[in-house]
């Protein structure tokens, strides 16, 4: 299969092709890239499945392509992909289910802070918002350090522990990651306490 060569009867694509697809933005050759580029605009109104891998490549083609035109397709699509990823999670919360959990591992491709941070403070799982937590801990530290931050008042431990080895990241060169884990000092249980003073050493 081509990158124009897309089915033309089927409503949605096969994660195999959109994988394909993503590949194929970051082609070296100038038309395979725009034919790529092409063939995503004109997949709006169908369903289209792109892996982790696919994911990663729009994600690198957004930030590296060699073209305006493939960098602006790349970066609509990835725009399209957080919206649904955080369409997902909200899904799968109004039901109640363990899926919101994996929506995490695509939202730390996507580098969507704002849904992760949202998750972290509000999701009713501790066990996802310590996931939420820890992925914050490899985004940039300005979309970071607040929720981080805020994080530290959560009332189950593992949470905190997890805010604070996050916040670590940061401890060397930004001041609010440091004022945070001295915060975190008083914490009254003894782990988090530990681990905020080896992030300060």
């Known amino acids: 299969m081509t990158v124009i060569d897309l089915p033309a009867n089927e409503p949605a694509l096969s994660e195999e092709t959109g994988n394909a697809l993503a590949r194929a933005l970051a082609d070296p050759d100038p038309g395979v890239r725009r034919a790529a580029a092409d063939a995503d605009a004109l997949i709006d109104e169908r369903e289209v499945l792109i892996g982790e891998e696919g994911v990663r490549a729009l994600v690198d083609t957004k930030a590296n392509g060699p073209d305006s035109y493939v960098r602006a397709v790349a970066a609509e699509l990835v725009r399209a992909m957080r919206a649904a990823a955080w369409e997902i999670y909200t899904q799968a919360l109004s039901r109640e289910d363990g899926a919101r959990a994996e929506t995490v591992r695509g939202l730390v491709v996507l580098r969507a802070a704002a849904e992760l941070a949202e998750m972290a403070l509000t999701d009713p799982d501790w066990r996802v918002r310590r996931r939420a937590v820890a992925a914050l801990g490899g985004l940039d530290g300005r979309d970071a350090i607040g929720p981080l931050t805020s994080a530290l008042e959560d009332e189950i431990v593992s949470v905190r522990r997890a805010a604070v080895r996050a916040l670590?990241?940061?401890?060397?060169d930004r001041h609010y990651a440091?004022?945070?884990?001295?915060a975190a000092l008083n914490d009254p249980d003894a782990g988090v306490r530990t681990e905020a003073r080896w992030a300060l050493a």
């Not at 440091?178 to 001295?182: C, G, M």
């Open 178 to 182: 440091r004022t945070a884990l001295t």
């Open 168 to 172: 670590a990241t940061w401890a060397a």
